[in-house]
């Protein structure tokens, strides 16, 4: 390897230095990287802008936890966030991140370090094609040019300023109208790393904007990006529009439910208020509130009364919980509308239709068709509350009756966790300043039908429901919900399964901000989501448990001191609620044994 002499300038860290710079010039401030010899140009600039306050850096050494991580700032702030890595394999591990930005519409910065063009496909070390890797699943992709020369004139700057405007324009949508991952391949040739060069500035960050074309088939994917989503707009999220020419006008008339899914914000809620419908609103949904909100809607879709009548549905996001909504919107004698977002496209029946906003045409409500839905709503209502204690029967002069009370009392605080129990204790704790992720487990299906409303920030990554990547992702959300300062806790809901598939995410260096984090482990010694398929019916008990089931004896007390986190382990509801409501100061591990 070639060495620079000090004080040497060198065309590859320049040319991180001109990449990077324009980035932090069009407001990315969130960098994650994972340590690698080819890429280390990037991460020395990098380092230096976050000496000088322009940017954060997160390093994580697994690739896959970094892709995760940079995902789950993205997701909380609404922006691409960079990931940066080495080539070879390392670029590979970042597919699962992109995939998922692909679907759930998440802008993202793929940066990834290559060998030059000519040791491609030769036999060189660590060395594979790379360029069009994402290819399907990106805005943008390019195989940059090796850089031959420092930058004196600003040729340098002045093109790289240009590729980087044009991955940030589409990973936030332009052109396509869609948010997504946008990958730029950089060779670079040896020497790797050498002077920062001094016309490296550290602009203040402004937002980036991008300006919607007007020339765009709002129907028509945009090829040029490999994607097939349209779509990026919805009502706001505090009014319907004011302007109705902007929006599509939903005819008053038809039996009309509107169903919000993952992501679907309080967009969903808007409208069904304004239309005085129905709200079906999953749990991950950011839209599980409201006077419209209807409890136990699996069971009334069901329903011949209800769930048989309706004439149309308006969906925001993507549903993904439950089998009766999927029934509902894959019939093709209802009309199904569904309100374009930052992810994939909805048309399960093969007739939806697509709009980019809605309102609703001035007119008299169909009470009778809302008040149906309410009535049968607020009798499958679970209060999962613990029973509030007997202030009379503790404070009685009578030894037996206060005896009674004490003992009622002393058996609802020691009473044990089951399921219900602990996701109704998650959701109770977690308040607007705060964030609610969960994982892809059997929990967040038993909290989709059992927990009320209650207006939350809820993350999920439902664009793929993968189980990779929950706590990667949830301390991405925390790094950026937290970075300026803000209140509030982090707290990630999920099975077992699903924190090992992810444990190399509790890695994180002691030089970066202790971000305010509760993982809470549902434990129940394997992936009982299993039992509730059809398979558990048809399947051999002993094959069942070894290969899905998958039982295991690990110890997350072990795991948790092991990467320096604090570790609980609880088994009654008095001892979680006094957890989740303790002040939080750092990373917390809350295991919760459960029976399978």
């Known amino acids: 390897m070639t060495t620079p002499a000090p004080d040497q300038r060198v065309p590859a860290t320049d040319a991180a230095a001109a990449l990077l710079q324009r980035l932090v010039a069009r407001g990315i401030r969130h960098l994650v990287l994972s340590p690698g010899s080819r890429s280390q140009a990037l991460a020395l600039v990098a380092a230096e802008l976050e000496r000088r306050g322009a940017l954060q850096v997160h390093v994580r050494i697994d690739e896959r ?67 069009g890797m994402f290819t399907s699943y990106v805005r943008f992709e390019a195989d940059l040019p090796v850089p031959e020369t420092t930058d004196e004139d600003g040729d340098v700057v002045a093109s790289l300023a240009a590729v980087a405007d044009a991955a940030v ?44 074309d007007p020339e765009a088939d709002a129907d028509a994917p945009d ?79 069901r329903e011949p009364a209800l769930g048989g009548r309706v004439e149309r549905a308006v969906v925001f996001g993507h549903p993904t919980l439950s089998r009766e909504v999927t029934a509902l919107l894959r019939r093709d004698d209802i009309e199904v509308i569904a309100v374009r977002g930052p992810g994939e496209p909805l048309n399960l029946n093969g007739v939806t239709i697509p709009v980019d906003a809605l309102a609703v045409e001035p007119g008299s409500a169909d009470r009778e068709w809302l008040g149906e839905w309410l009535r049968a709503s607020r009798d499958l209502a679970v209060d999962l509350s613990p029973a509030a204690p007997d202030a009379d029967g503790l404070a009685s002069t009578d030894p037996a009756e206060r005896q009674a009370a004490m003992t009622a009392e002393l058996g609802a605080i020691r009473a044990p966790i089951d399921r219900a129990a602990l996701v109704d204790a998650v959701w109770r704790a977690t308040w607007p300043h705060d964030r609610l992720v969960f994982g892809s487990s059997r929990l967040v299906r038993v909290a989709d039908q059992l927990l009320g409303g209650k207006k939350v920030p809820v993350h999920a990554n439902r664009g793929l429901a993968g189980i990779d990547g929950t706590i990667a992702t949830s301390l991405g959300i925390a790094a950026a919900s937290q970075a300026a300062g803000s209140p509030g806790v982090t707290r990630v809901l999920l099975g077992d399964l699903a924190f090992l ?58 795991i948790a001191r092991a990467y320096g986190w604090e570790y609980l382990r609880v088994t009654t509801r008095g001892a979680l609620d006094q957890a989740l409501t303790s002040p939080v100061g750092g990373r917390q591990l809350i295991e919760v044994p459960l029976a399978r």
């Open 169 to 212: 324009d589409a990973a936030l949508g332009a052109g396509n109208r869609a948010a997504g991952p946008a990958h730029l391949n950089l060779p670079y040739r040896e020497p790797l790393a050498g002077t920062i060069p001094a016309w490296l500035a550290a602009p203040e960050p402004a937002a980036p904007v991008i300006e919607a």
């Open 501 to 558: 598939h992810d444990v190399g995410a509790l890695l994180l260096p002691p030089a970066e901000a202790e971000p305010r984090i509760q993982v809470v482990v549902g434990n129940d010694g394997g992936g009982t989501i299993f039992d509730g398929l059809e398979v558990a019916q048809v399947a051999d008990a002993e094959a069942f448990d070894r290969v899905l089931f998958t039982p295991h004896t690990v110890r997350l007390e072990e």
């Open 223 to 301: 090829e040029a990006w490999g994607a097939h989503y349209q779509g990026g707009g919805g009502i706001g999220d505090a009014d319907v529009p004011d302007d109705a020419d902007a929006s599509t006008l939903l005819p008053r008339g038809p039996r009309t439910v509107v169903v919000a899914g993952a992501d679907a914000g309080a967009a969903a809620e808007v409208l069904a208020h304004a239309g005085a419908f129905p709200l079906i609103a999953e749990i991950v949904s950011g839209a599980r509130y409201g006077r419209h909100l209807v409890h136990g809607y699996r069971e009334l879709l």
């Open 65 to 131: 936890v970094a892709g995760f991580t940079a995902l789950g700032i993205a997701r909380e702030t609404g922006l691409p966030a960079a990931v940066v890595c080495t080539s070879g394999t390392a670029v590979a591990n970042l597919l699962p991140a992109a995939l998922e930005a692909h679907h759930a519409g998440v802008p993202l910065l793929l940066l990834t370090a290559d060998r030059p063009p000519e040791l491609r496909g030769v036999g060189a070390n660590q060395t594979t094609r790379q360029p």
